[in-house]
């Protein structure tokens, strides 16, 4: 993971999030959803007013990973997490995505591992998260860094029915 930095996004860093986002989810959807349908759900998740009030939530940790590029520095990863609420001892992973050109370089890996001990050292027990039963990368992904399937469920999806797997990992 030569020359990336992690820190806490701010505000300023909405649209490089949302440019990650774009990436990663055609990347990862286009053959599962098609690309109008990603095209919408980041539009809809990824809005930059939306963005900025996840940046900003005090429950939680919102993270990006920057690399050296020339003289500047551009975001090619983020995650955010969110504690569970008070009957939950899970926090909750609801957003982590890579620049697909940096996938197996690290960078998600050790986004994860900042949000685990971030969630670990505040009480959580667990993190929790969703994903599409469908998603090859993010299932490896999430099996290599320790995740285990707890559950499934069907969803809605842009007007489809989806199967997700529900992960956690014991923090």
Same mark, same amino acid.
């Not at 020339?70 to 995650?79: I, N």
């Not at 999430?142 to 956690?168: A, N, Q």
């Given at each position: 993971?030569?020359? /990336?930095? $992690?820190?806490?996004?701010?505000?300023?860093?909405?649209?490089?999030?949302?440019?990650? @986002?774009?990436?990663?989810?055609? @990347?990862?959807?286009?053959?599962?959803?098609?690309?109008?349908?990603?095209?919408?759900?980041?539009?809809?998740?990824?809005?930059?007013?939306?963005?900025?009030?996840? $940046? %900003?939530?005090?429950?939680?940790?919102?993270? /990006?990973?920057?690399?050296?590029?020339?003289?500047?520095?551009? /975001?090619?990863?983020? @995650?955010?997490?969110?504690?569970?609420?008070?009957?939950?001892?899970?926090?909750?992973?609801?957003?982590?995505?890579?620049?697909?050109?940096?996938?197996?370089?690290?960078?998600? &890996?050790?986004?994860?591992?900042? $949000?685990? &001990?971030?969630?670990?050292?505040?009480?959580?027990?667990?993190?929790?998260? $969703?994903?599409? @039963?469908?998603?090859?990368?993010?299932?490896?992904?999430?099996?290599?860094?320790?995740?285990?399937?707890?559950? &499934?469920?069907?969803?809605?999806?842009?007007?489809?029915? /989806?199967?997700?797997? %529900?992960?956690?990992?014991?923090?």
């Amino acid at each position: 993971m030569e020359n /990336v930095t $992690i820190r806490g996004a701010t505000a300023e860093d909405a649209a490089a999030i949302r440019r990650v @986002a774009r990436e990663s989810w055609h @990347a990862t959807y286009d053959d599962i959803l098609g690309a109008e349908a990603v095209e919408s759900v980041v539009d809809d998740w990824y809005d930059p007013d939306g963005l900025e009030e996840s $940046i %900003v939530r005090d429950d939680g940790r919102f993270l /990006v990973a920057e690399a050296e590029s020339g003289s500047e520095a551009e /975001v090619v990863g983020f @995650a955010q997490a969110v504690l569970g609420d008070e009957d939950d001892d899970a926090a909750q992973l609801p957003r982590i995505y890579v620049r697909p050109d940096r996938w197996g370089d690290g960078v998600g &890996s050790e986004l994860l591992d900042r $949000i685990e &001990s971030w969630f670990a050292d505040r009480g959580a027990e667990r993190l929790r998260l $969703i994903v599409l @039963a469908d998603n090859e990368v993010g299932n490896a992904f999430y099996e290599k860094c320790g995740y285990r399937t707890v559950g &499934s469920r069907e969803s809605e999806f842009e007007g489809e029915t /989806v199967t997700d797997y %529900v992960r956690e990992k014991e923090l």
